[in-house]
């Protein structure tokens, strides 16, 4: 108990939030692997108050108010309470932890509610913030485990609702975890000190962060409008984005990409996340990792542009994930693109970029298609000396074969002018199509913009 | 309310009731007789039922067999005590009366073999048995007129019905809603002793308006939402709530009704209003005929709508309860009701997960082309994340898995092949954004071919029946000035079309909203 209270006097002393947090964290130090264990003995049901409120008494000639040293009390003791819980669950039988880990939520529910009352009613200051950070972290890893441990008995009817809701019951205590975090983003969101710098907000971007984290597993990516919408009504009112640890604003960056992403919302989500990618600190691979998982696709369908092996050198995962696709739309392989497709769709589909990725098969017929105009050569020069021209009269039979090679039957006119209509409509190729004649007729300047013919 | 002399177990003539309003002439008891429901397959629930039990058990206390077998469960003889504890009598129910049915719950559960098993701890007592019996068969009097009358079957109940929904829901304000009210409702206002100083939850309902002066106006205003929220028919439904003790686990039905209008939930159901699976079944067959018969679809709507929430009270996962929901689905995209359809296709999802059989494949086709539909990408790549690679080769699934990679890439050529030859009911769903995407391959072609096309190149390949629907498809875009006739026939001048099309083809890809239902 003690050492627990000597690290509150010492970070509270020196107004290190971050240290101060340490104490509320339920993974105990390095050094003291037995601390929590410890911490739990040193005290019983009884006297768990009493002996808190002295120990911080002994421990805080750092002046601070009578009602936020009770504040303060009252979160060691649901601290203490949520490690007796913790320590129960970790001990229970793997088959049989299903309400232990419930419990745990519950108790580090309740923890993060003292806290919460602490800054609301409690004047704690906003120094301190990350005592929640790291109550609200917790929260949504407890909920997962409760969620995940194996259930023992059938619930009753809770809900009146005439169908069931199979995902209501999986994500049970997470989804009330996410109600939580919503309540500690508007704890931070609707401070009303007017010195910023004294404010919560500065406790904004850890609190949405954590919450879109939360969205996106419980697979509500929809709900994440809301906090959007939030942030941006009180944007003026804010500390700005880049004044806040770098860490959150790479995360922050990312998960707006990666919204707008699925949005189709390319162009937005390639500035989005290549904010956070020229952010991400040089060593975080895997995060480096995940911003490129979406950048890519973004830069294919925005730019028309693939990776460089050199870019893709460190991420292996990666390579495996774009190069198959990556050589076939280079080449024009409509086949290959295919089959690629078809062997990454597993991977590409639980990485949603499954869809937009299909979309690359545009840029690899555009590829085959260039092909066919280059392979068409140069009109016969109507006087010596003329800068030579590319024929620009093809017939759609020619296009149809190159898109049948590799394929086992042949794709009649039909449909080679349906995807020659489309090239056309999309702007990658530039021409028309005289269905009387069987005949494209293409641009002489620039048939395929952005390639140089 | 003891106008019931009680002398005997069989009810007092339905003259001595004033309350019985909606009694039919035939002498019928105003409860139900308590019968055994050992089998389900029993006569319609409105004939008269034989009377039980023999005369000879009648009178005597129910602890007597107590004391000739000693082997009772303690739970049992608890169950026999709490019945008789004072603060359980309710004064509307006769203690002969009472008597007589525990004496009949007992017998049977020991008859039955189920004494062990029957939860005596949770058992309502056979007072509350009584009234909920008696709330029941109100219950079903009234929803057996509702139904002739909404069914057509009778026309002056007809405009009674209609008439007595209007006024319900412009009563709100009025003090006539204890006249209104069914018979047995109106009783509870006359409970007294034990119910007076217990507050339920619902009964504030029940009360008439003039009850509420006391209560503030926010008050007063949060009762009337309430009610307006409930539609008039609820009330009807809740009442005899008060006598239903929450139950920790699924409910289990004990109604042998077929049909029953939905309501929806806002109070822990009650057994003797929801139907077994026995009786669902029947229900089925029932409204699969009055649907090939009448397809009278807010009527089966309905229905569907009450036999799904029974299912889902008491907790049915089976291969029936996809049956339910599967024919519902099907009715429900044949009658283009895309929100009912939506929630159907939510529950087969999560059903399809237990392997409980039905068509899968067929509902995780529409599963496809429901979110093409909807334009909704998540979902879509949810889709895609579910499906097995065996799956993925089944006709239906494939079908659909084509007609949205056809769309992703623009190929319309492929996209129509597939529209005119979609299998079960895909093309219900089909054509709601056939449109669409008839709209969009016009804006590609316009295009990309010049100088013009000959209408029946549009005619193929958009998958229209005939030369005459694809003018009239361009007529209805404003685009009569691009076709022209030609030696060789009706030509399309696609490149005089400039971005007429694409216009609207803007216009019809705005973002699909259907939260909205029939």
Redesign the interface.
């Known amino acids: 108990m003690e050492s627990v209270f000597q690290c509150f006097q010492r970070g509270y002393g020196n107004g290190d939030g971050y240290a101060l947090s340490d104490t509320l964290s339920p993974i105990p130090p390095e050094s003291q692997p037995d601390r929590l264990n410890n911490f739990f003995r040193s005290t019983n049901f009884a006297n768990v108050k009493r002996d808190f409120k002295q120990a911080l008494l002994r421990n805080s000639e750092v002046g601070m108010s009578e009602e936020e040293y009770n504040g303060w009390v009252e979160v060691y003791v649901a601290y203490w309470k949520a490690v007796g819980e913790l320590l129960a669950a970790d001990a229970a039988p793997k088959s049989n932890s299903k309400a232990a880990w419930t419990k745990t939520y519950d108790a580090w529910k309740e923890l993060t509610s003292v806290l919460h009352r602490g800054y609301s009613n409690h004047g704690f200051p906003s120094w301190t913030l990350p005592c929640l950070y790291v109550a609200g972290k917790f929260l949504r890893i407890f909920a997962i485990k409760a969620d995940e441990a194996t259930p023992t008995s059938?619930s009753?009817?809770t809900s009146?609702?005439?169908?069931?809701n199979?995902d209501a019951e999986k994500n049970e205590k997470l989804e009330d975890a996410a109600r939580q975090l919503n309540r500690i983003f508007n704890l931070c969101l609707s401070d009303r000190e007017p010195n910023l710098a004294l404010s919560r907000k500065w406790g904004i971007y850890y609190t949405t962060n954590l919450l879109l984290k939360t969205y996106f597993k419980l697979?509500q990516?929809g709900l994440s409008k809301n906090i959007l919408n939030a942030i941006r009504a009180y944007k003026g009112d804010m500390p700005l984005l880049d004044k806040f640890p770098a860490s959150q604003q790479v995360t922050y960056k990312y998960y707006i990409g990666v919204i707008c992403f699925?949005e189709?919302n390319y162009v937005e989500a390639e500035n989005n996340l290549t904010e956070a990618w020229n952010k991400c600190h040089k060593d975080a691979i895997r995060n480096k990792e995940l911003i490129l998982t979406y950048l890519i696709p973004c830069h294919l369908l925005t730019t028309h542009t693939l990776p460089t092996l050199a870019l893709l050198s460190p991420y292996p995962r990666l390579q495996k994930l774009f190069l198959p696709l990556s050589r076939c739309i280079k080449k024009g392989d409509l086949s290959g693109f295919d089959t690629a497709l078809v062997a990454g769709?597993?991977e590409f589909?639980?990485r949603?970029i499954?869809?937009t990725l299909?979309?690359g098969?545009?840029i690899a017929l555009r590829n085959l298609l260039r092909k066919v105009f280059i392979a068409g050569g140069f009109e016969e020069p109507k006087e010596p000396g003329a800068a030579s021209v590319r024929k620009t009269r093809i017939p759609v039979a020619e296009f149809g074969a190159a898109i049948s090679i590799g394929s086992k039957e042949t794709m009649d006119n039909?449909?080679v002018?349906?995807?020659?209509?489309?090239m056309?409509?999309?702007n990658l190729m530039k021409g028309?199509?005289?269905?009387d004649r069987a005949t494209v007729?293409l641009s002489k300047g620039g048939a395929f913009p952005g390639t140089g013919v | 309310m003891n106008q019931w002399a009680p002398v005997s177990v069989v009810p007092p003539p339905p003259g001595t009731q004033d309350m019985y309003r909606y009694q039919p002439v035939s002498a019928e008891p105003a409860y139900h007789p308590v019968q055994a429901r050992q089998t389900f397959n029993q006569t319609p629930a409105y004939t008269m039922v034989p009377q039980q039990p023999p005369p000879s058990l009648q009178l005597q206390p129910v602890q007597e067999p107590q004391k000739k077998k000693i082997d009772w469960p303690h739970s049992v003889r608890m169950y026999v005590q709490r019945s008789f504890d004072p603060a359980n009598v309710l004064d509307d129910i006769p203690r002969s009366e009472m008597e007589a049915k525990l004496k009949e719950t007992i017998s049977r559960a020991t008859d039955s073999q189920s004494l062990d098993s029957t939860d005596w701890d949770n058992l309502p007592l056979p007072q509350h048995m009584i009234r909920q019996e008696r709330a029941h068969k109100a219950w079903q009097e009234e929803s057996l007129k509702m139904q002739m009358a909404s069914n057509g079957y009778i026309n002056p109940a007809r405009e009674q019905f209609i008439t007595q929904k209007k006024r319900k829901s412009t009563e709100m304000g009025g003090g006539n809603a204890k006249e209104n009210s069914p018979p047995w409702q109106r009783a509870t206002n006359n409970r007294n002793g034990f119910e007076d100083r217990v507050t339920f939850p619902e009964k504030r309902q029940h009360l008439p308006d003039d009850s509420l002066k006391g209560t503030s106006k926010f008050q007063k205003n949060l009762e009337k939402r309430q009610r307006r929220f409930d539609g008039g028919y609820k009330s009807t439904y809740q009442a005899p709530n008060y006598a239903s003790e929450p139950s920790s686990g699924p409910v289990v039905g004990t109604s042998q009704t077929l049909e029953k209008q939905y309501f929806r939930l806002t109070a822990p159901p009650i057994p003797s209003q929801v139907r077994p699976e026995a009786i669902l079944r029947q229900t089925l067959d029932l409204l699969k005929k009055k649907w090939k018969k009448e397809g009278n679809y807010s009527y089966i709507c309905d229905q569907f709508k009450s036999m799904r929430q029974d299912l889902t009270v008491q907790r049915i996962k089976n291969e029936f309860t996809v049956t339910v929901y599967e024919i519902h689905a099907r009715i429900a995209l044949e009658k283009g009701d895309l929100g009912e359809y939506n929630q159907c296709q939510t529950q087969l999802k999560a059903l399809y997960a237990q392997n409980l059989g039905g068509k899968p494949f067929e509902f995780k086709a529409y599963r496809i082309l429901y979110f093409i539909h909807t334009s909704n990408r998540t979902a879509l790549n949810d889709v895609l994340a579910d499906l097995t690679t065996a799956e993925k080769k089944e006709k239906a699934i494939k079908h659909a898995l084509d007609v949205r990679s056809a769309l992703a890439l623009g190929n319309y050529h492929r996209f129509f092949r597939l529209y005119l030859d979609t299998p079960n009911m895909g093309a219900y769903l089909m054509d709601m954004f056939v449109v669409r995407e008839r709209l969009a391959a016009l804006a590609n072609m316009c295009k990309a071919f010049k100088p013009d096309v000959p209408l029946r190149y549009v005619t193929e390949e958009l998958g229209f029946e005939s030369d005459g629907d694809a003018a009239q498809f361009i007529y209805d875009y404003q685009g009569q000035a691009l076709l022209e006739e030609k030696e060789d026939g009706l030509r399309f001048l696609t490149g005089k079309a400039g971005q007429l099309f694409e216009a609207a083809r803007a216009q019809a890809f705005r973002k699909v909203d259907i939260k909205g239902q029939i």
């Open positions: 059938m009753a009817v009146f609702g005439d169908d069931l199979p697979n990516i699925l189709e769709e597993d589909v639980k949603r499954y869809l299909e979309r098969r545009d039909d449909e002018e349906c995807l020659l209509a489309n056309i409509y999309k028309y199509i005289a269905r007729v």
